[in-house]
């Protein structure tokens, strides 16, 4: 059973832009992260944001989370190629699970 | 410092063969998982261990053993391997906290083919 799911699953966007993806999940969580997948490679840890706040920066990276609407998002300003991957949230109840993924692509 | 390895990188098994994949840290993580990765399905937790021969299941276990002797080491046995087995496996590993509540490291996933 997946936790989080997250939105688009698919997204393309030009370099430079913004990219924009959202992650929600059905029961309470002690914290939310975020991964990061380039083809063929294994998952990377981008960042983590605890149930007790409502944003995060990492770089160019911004991550906000409401645990009222079970909902996070993960934002990745001025978008370079080297971002095309699949990023995945993972929620954390006693175990670490996984969504589906949103895959991105960026065009240069 | 290597980091999570695994071997093999591919491998290909004829319905009811068996093998052992292997997974090993560098970093004295007491936590390892195995997953295994579907298209649309994102990642399935098989089975975790929580230190030096310990091991638990995970959301899908069926088919599957593990072993835990040594801390660097996470062993995932496919006893009679089955089509329904062909995906991708992922080792993974952190440092003890909550279960999940620590960053995981991953390994670059072995590619298993049973025909």
């Known amino acids: 059973s997946q936790q989080g799911e997250e939105d688009p699953q698919a997204l393309s966007i030009q370099e430079g832009e913004n990219a924009t993806m959202n992650c929600s999940y059905k029961?309470?969580?002690?914290?939310l992260q975020w991964y990061r997948q380039n083809s063929g490679r294994g998952l990377v840890h981008l960042i983590l944001i605890r149930s007790n706040e409502r944003e995060k920066h990492s770089g160019r990276l911004r991550v906000t989370l409401d645990t009222s609407k079970k909902s996070s998002s993960l934002l990745i300003t001025a978008s370079r190629a080297a971002d095309t991957a699949s990023y995945f949230c993972?929620?954390?109840?006693?175990?670490?699970?996984f969504g589906a993924g949103t895959i991105l692509r960026v065009k240069s | 410092n290597a980091g999570v390895t695994q071997t093999p990188k591919f491998r290909v098994l004829k319905t009811g063969q068996s093998m052992t994949l292997l997974c090993a840290q560098d970093m004295n993580h007491e936590y390892m998982y195995w997953y295994r990765q579907d298209p649309g399905m994102g990642l399935r937790l098989i089975h975790y261990?929580?230190?030096?021969?310990?091991?638990a299941k995970g959301e899908v276990p069926d088919g599957y053993n593990v072993s835990r002797l040594k801390k660097q080491n996470f062993l995932l046995g496919l006893e009679s391997a089955a089509p329904s087995q062909t995906s991708v496996y992922f080792c993974?590993?952190?440092?003890?906290?909550?279960?999940?509540?620590?960053?995981?490291?991953f390994g670059p996933g072995t590619r298993l083919l049973v025909l």
């Open positions: 261990s929580v230190g030096e021969g310990t091991t």
């Open positions: 993972a929620t954390e109840g006693n175990k670490l699970v």
């Open positions: 993974a590993s952190s440092f003890p906290g909550t279960l999940a509540g620590e960053t995981q490291y």
């Open positions: 029961t309470s969580i002690n914290n």
